[in-house]
Protein backbone atom coordinates (compact mmCIF):
# COMPACT_ATOMS: atom_id res chain seq x y z
CA UNK A 1 0.00 0.00 0.00
CA UNK A 2 1.19 3.54 -1.00
CA UNK A 3 1.17 5.52 2.00
CA UNK A 4 3.19 8.29 0.46
CA UNK A 5 2.91 10.10 -2.85
CA UNK A 6 4.42 13.23 -4.45
CA UNK A 7 4.17 13.43 -8.17
CA UNK A 8 5.79 16.85 -10.07
CA UNK A 9 5.69 18.44 -6.67
CA UNK A 10 6.84 22.09 -7.24
CA UNK A 11 7.25 25.21 -4.49
CA UNK A 12 8.25 28.16 -5.20
CA UNK A 13 8.91 31.46 -3.59
CA UNK A 14 8.51 34.44 -5.70
CA UNK A 15 10.96 33.56 -8.36
CA UNK A 16 12.75 31.30 -6.44
CA UNK A 17 12.39 27.24 -6.67
CA UNK A 18 12.85 25.56 -3.36
CA UNK A 19 11.83 22.15 -4.70
CA UNK A 20 11.42 21.21 -8.67
CA UNK A 21 9.05 19.04 -9.96
CA UNK A 22 9.84 15.85 -7.80
CA UNK A 23 8.44 12.42 -7.62
CA UNK A 24 8.41 10.19 -4.88
CA UNK A 25 6.61 7.34 -3.48
CA UNK A 26 6.68 5.67 0.13
CA UNK A 27 5.01 1.73 0.85
CA UNK A 28 4.03 0.47 4.10
CA UNK A 29 7.13 -0.58 6.11
CA UNK A 30 9.45 1.32 4.15
CA UNK A 31 12.23 2.89 5.10
CA UNK A 32 13.48 6.39 2.79
CA UNK A 33 16.59 8.18 3.52
CA UNK A 34 16.06 11.98 1.89
CA UNK A 35 19.91 13.16 1.17
CA UNK A 36 21.36 17.16 0.83
CA UNK A 37 23.11 19.65 1.47
CA UNK A 38 21.42 22.84 2.76
CA UNK A 39 19.03 24.14 0.72
CA UNK A 40 18.80 21.68 -0.95
CA UNK A 41 14.83 21.34 -0.62
CA UNK A 42 15.18 18.55 2.38
CA UNK A 43 12.83 20.99 4.58
CA UNK A 44 10.95 22.34 2.06
CA UNK A 45 9.38 18.58 1.19
CA UNK A 46 9.36 18.06 4.67
CA UNK A 47 6.78 20.96 5.15
CA UNK A 48 4.99 20.09 2.20
CA UNK A 49 3.99 16.73 3.38
CA UNK A 50 3.07 17.71 6.96
CA UNK A 51 0.48 20.52 5.49
CA UNK A 52 2.44 23.23 6.47
CA UNK A 53 2.90 25.30 3.58
CA UNK A 54 0.87 24.82 0.00
CA UNK A 55 2.35 23.03 -2.87
CA UNK A 56 2.93 25.46 -6.41
CA UNK A 57 2.54 22.64 -8.34
CA UNK A 58 2.24 18.98 -8.69
CA UNK A 59 0.12 16.39 -6.59
CA UNK A 60 0.82 15.15 -2.97
CA UNK A 61 -1.29 12.78 -0.66
CA UNK A 62 -0.54 10.85 2.57
CA UNK A 63 -2.37 7.68 2.57
CA UNK A 64 -5.14 9.23 -0.09
CA UNK A 65 -5.61 12.03 1.72
CA UNK A 66 -4.35 15.98 1.39
CA UNK A 67 -1.61 16.71 3.55
CA UNK A 68 -2.36 18.76 6.79
CA UNK A 69 -5.99 17.32 6.40
CA UNK A 70 -7.68 15.93 9.70
CA UNK A 71 -7.07 12.62 8.43
CA UNK A 72 -3.38 12.88 6.91
CA UNK A 73 -2.60 14.80 10.78
CA UNK A 74 -3.61 12.08 12.34
CA UNK A 75 -1.95 9.09 10.39
CA UNK A 76 1.51 11.17 10.41
CA UNK A 77 3.84 11.90 13.13
CA UNK A 78 6.42 14.64 12.75
CA UNK A 79 10.19 14.80 14.80
CA UNK A 80 12.18 18.55 14.12
CA UNK A 81 15.80 18.56 14.83
CA UNK A 82 15.43 21.09 17.66
CA UNK A 83 12.70 19.79 20.05
CA UNK A 84 11.37 22.49 22.28
CA UNK A 85 9.16 21.61 25.42
CA UNK A 86 8.04 23.49 28.10
CA UNK A 87 10.91 23.14 31.04
CA UNK A 88 8.75 23.38 33.80
CA UNK A 89 6.82 20.47 32.91
CA UNK A 90 7.80 16.65 33.67
CA UNK A 91 8.48 13.94 30.93
CA UNK A 92 4.98 12.48 32.08
CA UNK A 93 3.22 15.44 32.20
CA UNK A 94 4.43 16.56 28.56
CA UNK A 95 3.67 13.05 27.18
CA UNK A 96 0.13 12.97 28.69
CA UNK A 97 -0.41 16.52 27.25
CA UNK A 98 0.41 15.59 23.84
CA UNK A 99 -1.59 12.59 24.52
CA UNK A 100 -4.67 14.53 25.27
CA UNK A 101 -4.10 16.50 22.65
CA UNK A 102 -4.35 13.69 19.93
CA UNK A 103 -7.24 11.78 21.86
CA UNK A 104 -5.33 9.24 23.43
CA UNK A 105 -4.94 7.89 26.82
CA UNK A 106 -3.05 9.82 29.00
CA UNK A 107 -2.03 6.68 31.25
CA UNK A 108 0.04 5.60 28.01
CA UNK A 109 2.42 8.13 28.72
CA UNK A 110 4.66 5.70 31.27
CA UNK A 111 4.53 2.92 28.20
CA UNK A 112 5.69 5.48 25.41
CA UNK A 113 8.60 7.02 27.73
CA UNK A 114 10.10 3.88 29.03
CA UNK A 115 9.66 2.50 25.18
CA UNK A 116 12.43 5.56 24.36
CA UNK A 117 14.61 5.11 27.46
CA UNK A 118 13.20 7.48 29.54
CA UNK A 119 10.92 5.90 32.04
CA UNK A 120 13.80 6.79 35.11
CA UNK A 121 13.29 10.27 34.63
CA UNK A 122 10.01 10.31 33.72
CA UNK A 123 9.08 12.72 36.80
CA UNK A 124 11.80 15.07 36.26
CA UNK A 125 11.60 18.45 34.52
CA UNK A 126 12.49 18.71 31.64
CA UNK A 127 14.52 21.54 32.07
CA UNK A 128 16.75 19.31 33.87
CA UNK A 129 17.40 17.30 30.39
CA UNK A 130 19.79 16.76 28.50
CA UNK A 131 19.86 17.49 24.76
CA UNK A 132 19.44 13.63 23.77
CA UNK A 133 16.78 13.72 26.27
CA UNK A 134 14.94 15.82 25.25
CA UNK A 135 14.92 14.57 21.45
CA UNK A 136 14.01 11.01 23.41
CA UNK A 137 10.68 12.71 24.75
CA UNK A 138 10.04 13.84 21.03
CA UNK A 139 10.56 10.12 19.96
CA UNK A 140 7.78 9.39 22.37
CA UNK A 141 5.29 12.13 21.42
CA UNK A 142 6.06 11.02 17.50
CA UNK A 143 5.12 7.49 18.40
CA UNK A 144 1.56 8.27 19.77
CA UNK A 145 -1.12 7.14 18.19
CA UNK A 146 0.72 4.42 15.79
CA UNK A 147 1.13 6.36 12.90
CA UNK A 148 1.20 5.63 9.42
CA UNK A 149 3.98 8.17 8.10
CA UNK A 150 6.75 9.09 10.24
CA UNK A 151 8.52 12.29 9.06
CA UNK A 152 12.04 12.42 10.93
CA UNK A 153 13.83 15.28 10.54
CA UNK A 154 17.62 15.10 11.85
CA UNK A 155 16.26 12.25 14.16
CA UNK A 156 19.83 11.52 16.20
CA UNK A 157 21.20 14.57 17.21
CA UNK A 158 22.02 15.33 20.70
CA UNK A 159 22.30 11.25 20.87
CA UNK A 160 24.99 9.29 21.77
CA UNK A 161 26.27 5.96 19.85
CA UNK A 162 24.42 3.73 22.54
CA UNK A 163 21.09 5.54 21.84
CA UNK A 164 21.58 6.13 18.21
CA UNK A 165 21.56 2.11 17.82
CA UNK A 166 18.27 1.83 19.85
CA UNK A 167 16.57 4.44 17.97
CA UNK A 168 17.33 2.58 14.77
CA UNK A 169 16.02 -0.51 16.15
CA UNK A 170 13.07 1.23 17.01
CA UNK A 171 12.22 2.33 13.47
CA UNK A 172 12.91 -1.33 12.18
CA UNK A 173 10.36 -2.21 14.68
CA UNK A 174 8.10 0.37 13.27
CA UNK A 175 8.63 -0.45 10.01
CA UNK A 176 8.15 -4.53 10.33
CA UNK A 177 4.62 -3.39 11.75
CA UNK A 178 3.84 -1.23 8.10
CA UNK A 179 5.29 1.89 9.20
CA UNK A 180 6.51 4.35 6.43
CA UNK A 181 9.36 6.25 7.48
CA UNK A 182 10.98 9.48 6.05
CA UNK A 183 13.94 10.67 7.56
CA UNK A 184 17.10 13.32 6.64
CA UNK A 185 20.09 13.19 8.10
CA UNK A 186 23.91 14.24 7.89
CA UNK A 187 25.04 11.26 9.54
CA UNK A 188 25.27 9.12 6.52
CA UNK A 189 27.13 6.22 7.79
CA UNK A 190 23.67 5.84 10.44
CA UNK A 191 21.53 5.61 7.29
CA UNK A 192 23.80 3.70 5.10
CA UNK A 193 22.57 -0.09 6.38
CA UNK A 194 19.27 0.96 8.31
CA UNK A 195 17.19 2.05 5.43
CA UNK A 196 15.48 0.67 2.30
CA UNK A 197 16.16 3.49 -0.27
CA UNK A 198 17.99 6.93 -0.58
CA UNK A 199 16.98 9.83 -2.28
CA UNK A 200 19.76 12.83 -3.28
CA UNK A 201 17.89 16.28 -3.36
CA UNK A 202 20.51 19.19 -5.09
CA UNK A 203 19.09 22.41 -5.44
CA UNK A 204 15.35 21.30 -5.28
CA UNK A 205 15.76 18.56 -8.07
CA UNK A 206 15.72 14.85 -6.92
CA UNK A 207 19.08 14.12 -8.97
CA UNK A 208 19.12 10.27 -7.11
CA UNK A 209 16.67 7.46 -6.02
CA UNK A 210 17.55 3.95 -5.27
CA UNK A 211 19.00 1.18 -2.67
CA UNK A 212 22.30 1.99 -2.09
CA UNK A 213 23.98 -0.71 -4.44
CA UNK A 214 21.96 1.37 -7.05
CA UNK A 215 23.92 4.50 -6.01
CA UNK A 216 26.83 2.28 -5.84
CA UNK A 217 26.04 1.43 -9.85
CA UNK A 218 25.34 5.27 -10.90
CA UNK A 219 28.28 6.63 -9.15
CA UNK A 220 30.59 3.81 -10.66
CA UNK A 221 33.03 4.44 -8.24
CA UNK A 222 36.16 2.22 -7.59
CA UNK A 223 37.03 -0.44 -4.93
CA UNK A 224 39.58 0.17 -3.08
CA UNK A 225 41.89 -2.92 -2.22
CA UNK A 226 44.10 -3.19 1.10
CA UNK A 227 46.72 -6.14 0.70
CA UNK A 228 48.82 -7.38 3.59
CA UNK A 229 52.34 -9.36 2.52
CA UNK A 230 53.49 -12.45 4.66
CA UNK A 231 57.00 -11.40 6.57
CA UNK A 232 59.59 -11.40 3.55
CA UNK A 233 57.27 -11.68 0.77
CA UNK A 234 56.89 -8.11 0.77
CA UNK A 235 58.69 -7.71 -2.73
CA UNK A 236 56.65 -10.71 -4.48
CA UNK A 237 53.70 -8.46 -3.58
CA UNK A 238 54.35 -5.76 -4.72
CA UNK A 239 55.83 -6.73 -8.35
CA UNK A 240 52.07 -8.65 -8.47
CA UNK A 241 50.96 -5.01 -7.94
CA UNK A 242 53.10 -2.17 -9.62
CA UNK A 243 50.36 0.09 -9.13
CA UNK A 244 49.78 -0.34 -5.89
CA UNK A 245 50.96 2.37 -3.25
CA UNK A 246 52.70 1.41 0.40
CA UNK A 247 51.92 2.85 3.71
CA UNK A 248 51.93 1.41 7.08
CA UNK A 249 53.24 -2.32 5.86
CA UNK A 250 49.95 -2.58 3.44
CA UNK A 251 49.76 -2.01 0.20
CA UNK A 252 46.56 -0.01 -1.25
CA UNK A 253 44.91 0.08 -5.32
CA UNK A 254 41.65 0.86 -6.56
CA UNK A 255 39.76 -0.90 -9.17
CA UNK A 256 36.80 -0.46 -11.00
CA UNK A 257 33.65 -2.16 -9.77
CA UNK A 258 33.11 -4.35 -13.28
CA UNK A 259 37.08 -5.60 -12.87
CA UNK A 260 35.91 -7.37 -9.51
CA UNK A 261 36.36 -10.84 -10.65
CA UNK A 262 39.84 -9.84 -12.42
CA UNK A 263 40.68 -8.81 -9.34
CA UNK A 264 40.24 -11.89 -7.37
CA UNK A 265 42.01 -13.66 -9.73
CA UNK A 266 44.91 -11.40 -9.08
CA UNK A 267 45.02 -12.15 -5.74
CA UNK A 268 44.11 -15.58 -5.92
CA UNK A 269 47.43 -15.48 -8.33
CA UNK A 270 49.52 -14.15 -5.25
CA UNK A 271 47.62 -15.95 -2.69
CA UNK A 272 51.03 -17.86 -1.43
CA UNK A 273 52.24 -14.55 -0.26
CA UNK A 274 49.43 -12.55 1.10
CA UNK A 275 48.76 -12.56 4.47
CA UNK A 276 45.28 -10.98 4.56
CA UNK A 277 43.55 -8.89 1.89
CA UNK A 278 40.32 -6.20 2.18
CA UNK A 279 37.96 -4.89 -0.79
CA UNK A 280 36.14 -2.35 0.39
CA UNK A 281 33.18 -0.54 -1.67
CA UNK A 282 32.49 3.15 -1.48
CA UNK A 283 30.65 4.10 1.47
CA UNK A 284 27.29 6.43 0.96
CA UNK A 285 29.56 9.44 2.04
CA UNK A 286 31.95 9.04 -1.32
CA UNK A 287 28.83 8.17 -3.38
CA UNK A 288 26.60 11.23 -1.94
CA UNK A 289 29.78 13.72 -2.49
CA UNK A 290 30.01 12.47 -6.04
CA UNK A 291 26.67 12.54 -7.16
CA UNK A 292 25.94 16.01 -5.90
CA UNK A 293 28.90 17.47 -7.13
CA UNK A 294 27.96 16.17 -10.51
CA UNK A 295 24.63 17.62 -10.32
CA UNK A 296 26.07 20.96 -9.10
Known amino acids: MTILSLSNLTKRYGRDTALDAVDLELKAGER ?134 EFYALLDELAARGTAILLSSHALSEVEARTDRIVILSKGRKVSEGTLGDLRTQAALPLTVHVRAKAGRESMVASAFPEATAAAGMLTLTCPQTAKLEMMTRLSGAADAIADFDVVPPGLDDIYAHISRRAA
Open 32 to 165: VALLGHNGAGKSTLMKLVLGLVDRSAGDISVAGHAPGSPVARALTAYLPENVAFHPALTGREQIRHYLRLRGGNPKDADALLDKVGLADAARRRIGTYSKGMRQRVGLAQALIGSPRLMVLDEPTSGLDPVSRR
